[in-house]
């Protein structure tokens, strides 16, 4: 196991009941605030009324910046940014989904910085600081309730790219699972899609022999994610189902399932960004896509894992004829059965445009720090997830 740091400091209020101490919680950290959130989703929920009263009844102004997109787009962070400069914001919340506080990130980043938005996710700047930031989320699935990462969408270059800093992560998050009962079952389905990706990323690419305690946290997540989630297909107001996705969801991706691994890449995102930058799918669709692609390619080279996960989370008999197709298959299996694509003609793809997912997969191989990957490579791992190749 590999040294590392660890320092998360976000504190995590979990269940019903408790969003009015968001005013309180708020007020600790300025009078003004800038509330992000989408479109009428959290009206319908309720929760705009309930964050609205308790922000109000804390004494804290509000400044509204609504319209947040399922993939945010750089130009609304920037006229969030404006927004935050102009009424003089000492604190963001943003109430929604993972758009909704990855765009909230950069709103907190560049409201404290002369550099363009844009510029720290090309790496141009550094984000030293950033305006403090409240969540409430209404649909699990990214983690970035409890991290410190983002991922915005260039509308005019269609490049969606991700970016990580301690500064970004959230002071304080509210998840309340009986706001998610009325979430699609094929939103919830991307999601829990996206909540495994983040889990099996480190878990197929590790090169650690031995890692029995990181390795038992992953699988021992997936399972509960994979059973919570057939439950809530079945229920969708299962309270129980519900609570074990989003705390899942959060448990996925706040680093500690990351930490010790040596070769803990994620090529599998690296992969799918341009996918949903490109063809505006769901980040989970994309990624449905890519893991059983990318296992295909790498099947000798991760085959031990791959039978482990066979094993110990899809419960995979020793005796298949080959464990590790049979695996593949199973995963498979499981996506389509949730409702989630793993072909591009199955997310509606008919003619994917090699050439321009690999171009950008190739500048976010070196960006994400992904090694190892040519760009044949990238295009046969594309050609996998097309029906046309199989």
């Not at 992969?271 to 063809?279: A, D, F, K, R």
């Not at 482990?308 to 298959?329: C, P, Q, Y």
Request: net charge negative.
């Amino acid at each position: 196991m590999e040294n590392f740091t660890f320092h998360n400091p976000t504190k995590i209020v979990f269940g019903t009941g408790n969003l009015p101490s968001i005013g309180e919680e708020t007020k600790l950290y300025g009078k003004k605030a800038l509330l992000v959130y989408g479109k009428q989703s959290i009206k319908k929920l309720g929760v705009y009324d309930r964050v609205v009263e308790a922000l109000q009844n804390a004494g804290i102004e509000i400044v509204e910046h609504a319209g947040v997109k399922p993939n945010p787009v750089l130009s609304h962070a920037r006229e969030g940014v404006d927004k935050c400069k102009n009424s003089n914001i000492d604190v963001i919340v943003a109430a929604g989904g993972g758009s909704v506080i990855d765009e909230a990130k950069s709103i907190a980043a560049g409201a404290v910085s002369d550099a363009d938005v844009w510029d720290f996710f090309l790496q141009k700047e550094t984000i030293k600081k950033a305006l403090p930031l409240i969540t409430v989320l209404t649909m699990p699935a990214t983690g970035t309730e409890m991290n410190g990462s983002m991922v915005v969408t260039n509308e005019d270059t269609q490049e969606k790219m991700g970016h990580v800093s301690h500064p970004l992560h959230p002071k304080v998050s509210f998840l309340d699972p009986s706001l998610t009962y009325s979430i699609p079952k094929d939103t919830t389905a991307h999601a829990c899609t996206d909540m495994i990706a983040h889990l099996v990323e480190g878990y197929f690419n590790s090169m650690e022999e031995f890692a029995p305690v990181v390795d038992g946290y992953i699988e021992g997540i997936i399972r509960g994610i994979m059973k919570s989630t057939d439950r809530v297909m079945e229920k969708p107001d299962d309270y129980d189902a519900r609570a074990n996705i989003m705390w899942g969801a959060t448990l996925a991706w706040n680093g500690i399932g990351q930490r010790g691994f040596k070769g803990a890449y994620i090529p599998c995102h690296m992969l799918e960004h341009p996918l949903s930058g490109i063809y505006d799918i769901a980040h989970g669709a994309g990624l449905s896509m890519m893991i059983p692609a990318w296992l295909k390619y790498k099947k000798e080279a991760v085959r031990h894992r791959i039978e482990m996960f066979g094993r110990n989370v899809l419960g995979l008999d020793e005796s298949k004829t080959d464990l590790a197709d049979a695996t593949i298959e199973a995963l498979e299996n499981w996506y389509r059965k949730i409702g989630t694509p793993v072909t591009f003609q199955e997310a509606g793809i008919e003619e994917p445009d090699y050439d321009a997912l690999t171009k950008q997969a190739e500048f976010l191989s070196d960006y994400m720090g992904v090694p190892g990957y040519t760009t044949e490579d990238m295009k046969k791992i594309y050609q996998l997830a097309d029906e046309k190749n199989m």
